[in-house]
Structure formats: structure tokens, C-alpha cells
């Protein structure tokens, strides 16, 4: 009999990266019955379009919620998620944390570890072991997180090879508990089925939230200035700082101010021949990229800076696009129709044949997860 498994999110009302890739999960993997979600969510303050999501993405699988803080990354919903689950603790064999703030889950399980005596445990995070060094508390950190990693039957899994490194060296003793796991977060295989449609001007465009640290400055005045291309940005603001500090970029750039669904973004990413990744502040320098995987979904060639160890390594072996190394280098961009063009939209279908094969990575996802 397979093991009861409960993916847990506190972060999902956040929006955004935290909410998108953990839909994708549920779209991937809600076919198998031993497998079942938990998100935050705050019906006072949410809008409609996260609420249309939410509701097709119920359709999928029953979802056990609790109630987010207004400060949606809070370490306080790690705490209220941790309580939700040891109500569930009966029912579940494994619980799988979905991002979480790493010292406050360690805590708790140090605290109450009576509560889940002869249960699994697995964190998956995103961001780097820099981590461990915030707010001057580093000792304190690293004692209570390698107590909870050296409990039986807690694993951390992690996103590449080079991301687990990073940590294994961080928590020097634990190594034999820190692996990665094949992403099984990218858009389902139902979006290959939206036909591009690519006519008229070039289109650009950056997807996900409106934020510093993604070249928009840079962008809003290059796309101004040069009217023969078209422009989108699909995604809205970080939050109300950023909504002030960025609110020089054209509006006519910005396809919406709020939330927007995931059929929305889809059926206008389609539309697009390039997919800006011009990223200087990645949560993690070693960790994947999952707007690359949408890209490589919709055929869409990217470009993007070499600042990412595991996005640079996928392209110098798949060159699915431009990779620049200042924005000086942002010109001459093949036209759709030429030979080079054509050899990014190869390169996309190679990598998507190589990486993104869901029966073969929930294969490997389970079995690594149920050890």
C-alpha cells in the first residue's frame, strides 16, 4: 500500500512563484489518490482572479486550507500550517513541506516532538544556505536545523545538484539527509496543446511579479524608445512598495495591475517569440528556473544573463536562445523566421523531451520522497 502524503504550502496565498509552481503540482500529480494538498489562503483579502484559480484548481483534488496572516510570508504560517497537520497526523504518513522557513519548522519539531513520533518528514526549499546567517543568529540556526535533520525519517530535498552542495557544506554532518529531487512543479503537458501565435512584431516579455531585480527599468526604456517591437509584462505587483518605487514603467506595458489567472498568462506567454529572464537577484544562484520551464512548454526561445548556475549550464547545452552579459548586448534578435530562430525552438523541444517527462519524474519523485 503506497504512503499517505500531504503537500503543504504555507506561502501559496503569497502569490506569484509560491502559488503558480505549487498549482502546477497539484495539476501533475492529483490523479494519485495517496497524494493531498494544504495551502494558505485569506478569503477577506483575496481577489477575484486568485479566486477563479483556486476554484478550477480545486476541481482537481479536495484541499485542506487554514487561514494566512496578512503578511503572507509569514513564520507564522509555517507555525499554523505545523498545528493543521498535526490534526491530520492520523491520516497522513508523510508530510511534505513545500518551501517553509527552515529554523521555524526545526523549532517546532524540537518543541513537540511528540507530535509526529513515527512520521516522515521532507522540507523542499528554494532559497540558498546564505540562509542560515540572518539576523547574526547563525549558531542558533544551524544547532536547531541539524537536531531536526538528524530525526528519523526527516529528509530535505533540494532542486540541483549544485543547490545541494551548497547545503551539504552548510550542515557538515548532515549530508546523507540533504538531496535533490526531480521537479515535478512545471506547467502540466496540457498547455502544449495552445497553437502560438506569432504574426506582426516581435513580442517580448517578462512574466511573473512586477519587482526590482528583473531588468524592468532597463526594459520600460529600451521597449519606449523602440516601437517596432511590443512589449508585455504578465504579472502584478511584488506589493505596494514595489507598486511605488516601479511606477515609472509604461502602463501600457503592464497587461494588468492585479492577480492574474493562469489561463490568462498562458494565452498571452504564447503570443510571445522571446521570454525575458533578466534576473539579478535570484533567491538562489544554484536553483532551477521555472519560468524557463514554461518557455520551454510554449517553444518560447529566452533571454537571459548568466547569473544562474543552473540556467546557464542548460543552455550552454541546449542554446535555446540569447544569453547576454550586460544589458549593452540586448540587440539583434533573430527574426522568427530564420535558420537561428529555428534552432532555439529545437533546442526547447530537446530540453523539454529531457527534463520535463512527467510519467518518468513522478516515477522517480515518489520513489525518492517514499524511502
Not at 489562503?41 to 494566512?68: G, H, L, M, P, R
Not at 537571459?304 to 541546449?318: A, G, H, I, S
Request: hydrophobic content about 40%; aromatic content about 20%.
Amino acid at each position: 500500500m503506497k504512503k499517505k502524503i500531504l503537500f503543504i504550502n504555507p506561502y501559496y496565498f503569497y502569490g506569484g512563484h509560491f502559488f503558480q509552481t505549487f498549482n502546477h503540482l497539484i495539476r501533475n500529480l492529483y490523479k494519485h489518490d495517496n497524494y493531498d494538498f494544504m495551502v494558505s489562503i485569506n478569503k477577506k483579502i483575496q481577489n477575484k482572479a486568485f479566486e477563479k484559480d483556486f476554484k478550477k484548481i480545486k476541481k482537481y483534488k479536495k484541499i485542506y486550507t487554514f487561514n494566512s496572516s496578512k503578511n503572507t510570508m509569514s513564520v507564522f504560517n509555517v507555525i499554523k500550517a505545523f498545528f493543521k497537520c498535526v490534526a491530520l497526523r492520523n491520516k497522513v504518513d508523510i508530510f511534505f513541506y513545500y518551501e517553509g522557513d527552515l529554523f521555524a519548522l526545526s523549532c517546532l519539531y524540537f518543541f513537540f516532538p511528540f507530535l509526529f513520533n513515527k512520521k516522515e518528514t521532507i522540507v523542499y526549499i528554494f532559497y540558498n544556505s546564505t540562509y542560515l546567517k540572518r539576523r547574526r543568529t547563525e549558531g542558533i540556526n544551524i544547532f536547531f536545523i541539524k537536531n531536526f535533520l538528524k530525526k528519523k525519517g526527516v529528509k530535505f530535498l533540494l532542486r540541483s545538484i549544485e543547490h545541494r552542495n551548497s547545503w551539504r557544506k552548510a550542515l557538515a554532518g548532515c549530508e546523507s539527509k540533504i538531496n535533490i529531487i526531480p521537479s515535478i512543479d512545471y506547467p502540466p503537458e496540457e498547455i502544449k496543446k495552445i497553437k502560438s501565435k506569432r504574426k506582426g512584431q516581435l513580442k517580448f516579455g517578462s512574466v511573473g511579479q512586477i519587482r526590482f531585480g528583473k531588468s524592468l527599468d532597463f526594459l520600460n526604456d529600451y521597449f519606449t524608445k523602440n516601437k517596432r517591437y511590443k512589449f508585455f509584462i504578465l504579472g502584478s505587483y511584488a506589493d505596494k512598495e514595489a507598486e511605488h518605487n516601479l511606477s515609472f514603467i509604461n502602463k501600457e506595458f503592464i497587461e494588468k495591475k492585479k492577480f492574474l489567472e493562469f489561463d490568462y498568462i498562458i494565452k498571452k506567454s504564447s503570443q510571445l517569440d522571446y521570454l525575458i529572464l533578466l534576473y539579478d537577484d535570484y533567491l538562489d544562484i544554484n536553483t532551477e528556473v521555472s519560468s524557463f520551464f514554461l518557455a520551454a512548454r510554449l517553444k518560447t526561445p529566452i533571454i537571459c544573463f548568466p547569473t544562474n548556475n543552473w540556467l546557464r549550464k542548460v543552455f550552454l547545452k541546449y542554446k535555446p536562445g540569447l544569453m547576454i552579459k550586460s544589458l549593452k548586448e540586448f540587440s539583434n534578435f533573430p527574426l522568427r523566421n530564420s535558420s537561428k530562430y529555428k534552432r532555439y525552438l529545437n533546442a526547447l523541444k530537446k530540453f523539454e523531451k529531457d527534463f520535463l517527462n512527467t510519467s518518468r519524474n513522478e516515477k522517480n519523485f515518489y520513489k525518492l520522497i517514499s524511502i
